[in-house]
């Protein structure tokens, strides 16, 4: 039976990952987490080079899917070890144990490999990252490249999607100040909001289709290897975001906008991804954003 091994399954993107896999009858999937393991996960810390080759050689999977990062740009540029040791040192462990067993593995990457300055970008653009998140990223998609002919990497933009707080996403992150601006709360202040990058908000939903198609593709012996991009097509800027969950919210909320990055970590202005390659092998689903975000409020209800 053909066998997925889902590293990071308790994050933001694995969660949803699993949430696909679990509806194919005929796969057998295993699944890892580091600090919210549970009895249906392995505990694996994937800084443990060992424990990860032990991991591969007793699963012996088809196909593994790295979701496990550190994907906080403000932490990797407070901590450059830890982005290296999670972002490229583990990715290079993992491609390699898989490599032994001829496992395809997909690595999950980041539009913030590009400077922003230059969309849209294609999976074959030169990449010039801005911060240290985007070179241990980028860094991460060369060492799988060294270590396997059998890797995929899959580049996101920002990601959304069901949670479990509201801190998980730079989405949903947006809810509390929204609702501290409302006119009817008490000691209601103005929430400023980011009006100068654009994203495209991406359903963590939506990519995990992605990633069972692949997978799929791997499973029929038509494995795409190389780089692919996967993006939403509703380009938005925070404070565009907020006004939207702000409406799902039935908030009435007070938001300024701030027209110069205001971030002590450098971004990218618009890092829009060309999702073409994957667009033409008819891989790929995009839920517009206000269902998805109803979606995600459905489960997950402001309380505040
Ligand atoms: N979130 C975004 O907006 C976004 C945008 C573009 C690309 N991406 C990329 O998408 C991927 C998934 O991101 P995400 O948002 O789902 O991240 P996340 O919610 O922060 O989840 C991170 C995952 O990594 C695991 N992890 C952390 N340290 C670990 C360790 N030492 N050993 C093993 N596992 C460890 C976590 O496990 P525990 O929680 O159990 O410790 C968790 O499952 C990443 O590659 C990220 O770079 C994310």
Not at 49 to 65: G, K, L, M
Request: proline share 7%; charged share 20%; with cysteine.
């Amino acid at each position: 039976m053909f066998k997925v091994a889902v590293i990071g399954s308790s994050g933001l993107l694995g969660r949803a990952i699993v949430g696909e896999l679990a509806q194919q009858r005929d796969w057998q999937f295993v699944q890892t987490a580091f600090s919210r393991s549970s009895p249906q996960s392995v505990r694996l810390d994937i800084r443990d080079a060992q424990a990860v080759t032990q991991f591969v050689d007793r699963e012996c999977p088809d196909a593994i899917v790295i979701a496990a990062a550190e994907r906080r740009p403000d932490v990797c540029e407070h901590d450059p070890a830890l982005a290296r040791a999670l972002n490229v040192d583990a990715v290079r462990a993992i491609a390699s144990a898989a490599q032994r067993h001829g496992a395809w593995v997909l690595s999950i990457s980041t539009d913030y490999v590009f400077d922003g300055k230059q969309p849209p970008y294609r999976h074959d653009s030169a990449p010039s990252p801005l911060n240290a998140y985007g070179w241990s990223k980028l860094d991460g998609e060369r060492a799988l490249a060294e270590s396997t002919d059998l890797g995929c990497v899959l580049r996101l933009p920002l990601l959304f999607g069901p949670i479990t707080d509201w801190r998980e996403s730079a989405v949903t992150s947006l809810v509390p100040a929204i609702a501290a601006s409302a006119r009817t709360a008490p000691e209601a202040k103005a929430a400023v909001m980011d009006a100068w990058a654009i994203r495209y908000p991406t359903y963590t939903p939506d990519v995990s289709v992605v990633v069972r198609q692949l997978l799929e593709r791997h499973a029929r012996g038509e494995s795409v290897c190389g780089t692919v991009q996967w993006s939403g097509d509703e380009p938005m800027t925070k404070h565009e975001i907020a006004r939207r969950l702000a409406s799902a919210l039935q908030i009435d909320a007070q938001l300024t906008p701030q027209h110069t990055p205001a971030d002590a970590t450098p971004r990218p202005h618009d890092c829009h991804l060309d999702s073409a390659r994957l667009e033409a092998l008819g891989i790929g689903r995009r839920t517009p954003f206000d269902t998805a975000i109803q979606e995600v409020l459905a489960q997950f209800p402001w309380r505040g």
